[in-house]
């Protein structure tokens, strides 16, 4: 079946505009995850939507980030005035939920702001 | 606190050699364990979970790891290790139960294959 999506696969924008990120999940998945991950470096963990509950949010770097999941499918993860700091891969990832927790990831977003 | 330690950042290994990489985890309780592998370029790929059981379970691309509740440790292992290998490898943890269901990252541990 098909996997998680992403798009774009590549974004640059520059300093101060806003960014749209696009996640399919696996369909069936319950649970969606963004991440994001800098050059080089491990996962930093952003949101986590688990079916119709309020989302874990304890990641998000700053109210400059969010991200709403519509209809328990599709999730976008907006970024408002992107900083050059904004720069790296974003990933999304998606478990069926319940006592099913690993993660399934999409192929990752990779923004650089200019 | 809940985490993951995986103690080598960067590991170097010849092509049909042996190879282990590490990851200890401080958690309250009985863990989900994971490793993923990330080849350039690539997102994560799951290799290998442990839910209960055999304490030694199997994955893709003939990988093994074991859990080790005493030492609280998840081991990686590969008996003889292909260039394809060369790839940056996570551990992760989770909970087995509750209405939080994230996964505690490790750092990641960065495989180079010598030819």
């Known amino acids: 079946g098909a996997g998680v999506s992403q798009s774009p696969s590549n974004k640059v924008t520059e300093k101060g505009k806003d960014v749209e990120l696009r996640c399919d999940p696996i369909s069936g998945h319950t649970a969606l995850y963004w991440y994001r991950q800098s050059l080089g470096q491990g996962l930093e963990f952003l949101i986590y939507?688990?079916?119709?509950?309020?989302?874990?949010k304890s990641g998000l770097p700053s109210d400059r980030f969010s991200a709403e999941r519509t209809g328990g499918s599709v999730s976008t993860l907006t970024i408002q005035r992107t900083q050059q700091e904004d720069s790296a891969v974003y990933l999304c990832?998606?478990?069926?939920?319940?006592?099913?927790?690993?993660?399934?990831f999409g192929p990752g977003t990779r923004l650089t702001v200019t | 606190a809940q985490s993951v330690t995986q103690p080598d950042i960067h590991i170097t290994v010849s092509e049909g050699a042996s190879l282990e990489l590490r990851c200890n985890y401080s958690y309250g309780a009985t863990p989900y364990l994971f490793w993923y592998v990330q080849s350039p370029g690539q997102g994560l790929q799951l290799l290998l979970k442990y839910f209960s059981g055999d304490t030694l379970v199997q994955g893709i691309k003939g990988f093994e790891a074991e859990f080790k509740r005493s030492q609280s440790s998840f081991n990686l292992r590969k008996p003889s290790v292909h260039w394809s290998d060369a790839a940056e490898y996570f551990c992760?943890?989770?909970?087995?139960?509750?209405?939080?269901?994230?996964?505690?990252w490790g750092l990641g541990t960065s495989l180079a294959v010598n030819p």
């Open positions: 990832a998606s478990s069926l939920g319940g006592g099913a927790i690993e993660q399934y």
């Open positions: 939507f688990q079916g119709n509950s309020a989302p874990d």
């Open positions: 992760a943890v989770g909970a087995n139960a509750g209405n939080n269901r994230k996964l505690i």
